[in-house]
């Protein structure tokens, strides 16, 4: 078994708000030591690719009636506007993994207490950029994964999960099933405000994300 980091709730230039390709945010996460990064993108399932020395977990998060919920292992797209509990069961129909994104916000879409109450795998205890629903998950009591929802390179692993298994889909999914696993907060507001001048600096010079 490894000890293997991996953030788990990142986003790519497919989702709207997202500024940098899978490639780069793949390639900045290797230089800061991560065994992998999941890679949810909003509404959507990203076309899959590969990136030398590290893995990736290509998931969604879904936009459901009541919040929003990061889901990895299904063969394809859930539609955005599906009951969270709904949404559970297909996932689990398909064998894959379902995870309230940042339950306990009050300035994201959480699902609050239902996040508690849809049989979901896990919950998303720390969120690289939701201090309150951190704050809140922690006075819960309840464990969780990490995840940074970094939209951008800089805040890759501002939240992550650790994990003692191979680097492959399959093991983590089983991990996070049966809650083997650590998860991490290193908050960097530098690194959000970095994102935010790049965005503004984008619109001033009319660039395309890459």
Known sequence: MMNMRIDMHVHSNYSPDGIHSVERMAAVAKKKGFGGIGICDH???TPKRNVDGIALFFGEEVSCAEGHVCVFG???????G???AELVDKVHDEGGVAIPAHPLSIFKKGLGPLAFRIGADALEKYNGSDYISNMRMIASGVNGVGGSDAHSIYEIGNAYTVFECEPNEADILEEV???MFKPVWRPNPVSITARHIEKA???VRGK???
Not at 74 to 80: C, S, V, W
């Open 208 to 210: 395309a994300n890459v």
């Open 201 to 203: 600096m984008r619109r």
């Open 177 to 179: 099933r049966t809650g």
């Open 82 to 84: 599906i009951r969270a």
């Open 74 to 80: 299904i063969g394809k797209g859930i539609e955005k």
């Open 43 to 45: 509404d959507m399932l």
